[in-house]
């Protein structure tokens, strides 16, 4: 097996990923409604929900101790570590994820701060005479797992761009929800206990300076903290954001997945549990912990900690007399009309203004109409709205009515979601961006090899620091050997700017050694050396393949390079290309494996489409 039969097409990983992620949304969303109709059944059939909920559990560290009933060790303890996945997330996301691309960050980002403050507006105009508006935290929080659960289950046409937008607005809605529970419902602080909750936190931010060890640390700390933020006063389930935040996250090195490669042919070449071993702890290690932890963490957070939630907060007694308090009650419709309308028109609107004033752009494929859709679910605020409703209402009368209000918003809101976004898919169909090549190969401006009037034509989208890239270009040799005179190879440039910071220069390298007939002797060197490519190493390299410097030099800074590159990032943005390589057969975009067999197999198939 070679190398290339190794590594999956970026695009094939992704579609995967999508699918599984899709499943687990499914099933993680159908799990939390079966449990909030548990919790809606037992509370009214059964008089034991309350006792069960009450019961007395103890918590110790030592000797100090701390005594909970089920309830609050579900809110306080439990939903820790959905905190903690939400932390991990929100790092991750502005670390290396989406809240990093600024021009496509801050349209879901001012789009979720609407979100979080038209809703609050709106619930205190309505409720506020109901003697809870203060308990306007209610509805600022959108349910992510619900969210994603419901665009899963409503399987609008081509979610992808949808589904980011929305994921990106969820995370920034989670910072809002922990900001506010954090200033706005925390009772009294204890100074001590909070000193010591502080000082673990400092501590477990030089956890990753260690070099072994780091997991016991990290999870011994983790409960100091929140120990220390129970005493304190404050909402325990903080400790579990607190701690995400200063987990490390970073895109894999590309010398630690070479190190996996080289470790895996050692294996294969001589089995035995040593190489094994070493190959599955680099194979660990290349991933960052924040990405290992998500991963493990994932599933606990769908399948059991959020369903356990909603059995123990979900539970309303829906008899006449609740029902015809929660009907005419201020509260129960300041609920709905914040998470249903504020949500809505507040999502909705500020997309309309930062796109229209220019501040911001939307992906490829994203419209108005699927924003709005997307809003419309966000007025499901399960998890977080429900947390808010045990901490800042006292009144349990008061409590079943904002509860009522949740869980009518919810169903609102998923039906409203639903009617946009299917209403929109038979009246306004959209295409998939990127399926399409969206400028067809030009000789006359393209860099490629073979004849120019070559009957299949494969078009790859590159980045010069990427290694999937690098390896490559064994795959394009054997393919053009293959076919001989009858196939152009044409390449393009796509340099992933957030996660290789010379690629562009490296582009643009390869264009000023164009300009005097040296590109391919270029690339050659930067293939050969990619953990090599500041601008002093490229002039090495024009110097090492003969070209004037001094030429070189200028066009390297030049604007018409710069441009030149730009013009291949414009196409690749507008048809939603995020990885490299990316391959077009013909004009048709390539998903799944780009080893050679594969990729001959997919340009004959070409020859009669």
Not at 367 to 374: K, L, N, S
Request: glycine letters at 8%.
């Amino acid at each position: 097996m070679s190398d290339a039969d190794m590594t999956i097409e970026p695009a094939m990983q992704r579609w995967r990923r999508a699918v599984a992620a899709t499943e687990s949304e499914q099933m993680g969303a159908m799990l939390l409604l079966t449990a909030t109709i548990v919790a809606i059944a037992w509370a009214n059939i059964s008089g034991s929900y309350e006792r069960f909920w009450s019961t007395d559990v103890k918590l110790s560290l030592g000797d100090s101790a701390v005594h909970l009933d089920l309830y609050h060790l579900v809110n306080d303890a439990l939903m820790a570590f959905f905190f903690f996945a939400v932390g991990l997330e929100v790092k991750r996301e502005l670390t290396i994820g989406a809240l990093t691309d600024r021009s496509r960050a801050i349209v879901p980002a001012a789009a979720a701060a609407a979100g979080l403050a038209l809703p609050a507006l709106v619930f205190w105009i309505v409720a506020g005479s109901s003697g809870a508006a203060h308990a306007w935290g209610v509805v600022i929080s959108t349910d992510t797992a619900f969210l994603v659960g419901a665009l899963a289950l409503i399987r609008p046409s081509h979610p992808a761009r949808l589904r980011v937008f929305l994921l990106t607005l969820a995370v920034v809605d989670d910072i809002g929800a922990l900001g506010a529970i954090a200033l706005f419902y925390t009772d009294e602080v204890r100074v001590g206990p909070l000193a010591v909750a502080l000082a673990a936190l400092a501590l477990i931010a030089m956890v990753r300076f260690l070099p072994s060890g780091r997991g016991p640390l990290y999870t011994t700390l983790a409960v100091v903290v929140w120990f220390g933020l129970h005493e304190a006063g404050v909402h325990a389930t903080l400790a579990g954001v607190a701690v995400a935040l200063l987990i490390p996250v970073a895109e894999p090195a590309r010398h630690d997945v070479e190190r996996v490669v080289e470790l895996t042919r050692a294996f294969r070449q001589s089995p035995n549990p040593a190489y094994a071993a070493a190959a599955s702890r680099q194979l660990r290690d290349s991933i960052s912990i924040n990405e290992r932890l998500q991963r493990s963490f994932g599933p606990y957070v769908a399948y059991v900690i959020l369903p356990v939630f909603a059995l123990a907060n979900a539970g309303v007694v829906l008899d006449g007399p609740t029902l015809e308090r929660s009907l005419t009650s201020s509260l129960t419709w300041g609920v709905v009309a914040g998470l249903v309308v504020g949500k809505l028109v507040g999502i909705t609107g500020a997309t309309m203004l930062v796109r229209r004033t220019g501040i911001g752009v939307l992906a490829p494929g994203l419209t108005i109409g699927r924003i709005a859709g997307g809003a419309a679910l966000s007025g499901i605020g399960f998890t977080i709205s429900l947390l808010i409703v045990g901490i800042a209402i006292e009144s349990p009368a008061l409590q079943d009515e904002a509860r009522v209000g949740v869980l009518m918003a919810s169903v609102i809101a998923f039906v409203l979601g639903w009617l946009i976004l299917s209403s929109l898919d038979r009246r306004h169909p959209v295409t998939q961006p990127g399926a399409t090549l969206l400028r067809p190969f030009d000789p006359r401006r393209d860099h490629y090899f073979g004849r120019p009037d070559a009957p299949l034509v494969l078009v790859e989208y590159g980045d010069f620091e990427c290694p999937f890239c690098s390896k490559a270009t064994g795959m394009v040799t054997e393919v053009v050997n293959h076919f001989g005179d009858e196939i152009a190879w044409v390449w393009r440039h796509l340099p992933l700017r957030q996660h290789h910071p010379h690629a562009e220069l490296a582009a643009r390298a390869y264009e000023a050694a164009d300009r005097q007939g040296r590109r391919n002797e270029m690339s050659g060197m930067m293939w050969a050396n990619q953990d090599h490519l500041e601008r002093l190493d490229l002039v090495r390299y024009a110097d090492e393949i003969g070209l004037d410097l001094d030429r070189f030099e200028l066009d390297l800074d030049s604007d018409d390079v710069a441009e030149r590159v730009a013009e291949d990032e414009e196409d690749a943005d507008l048809m939603d290309l995020d990885g490299t390589p990316t391959f077009f057969v013909g004009t048709r975009r390539h998903i799944g494996h780009w080893d050679a067999p594969t990729m001959i197999a997919a340009l004959e198939a070409s020859r009669s489409s």
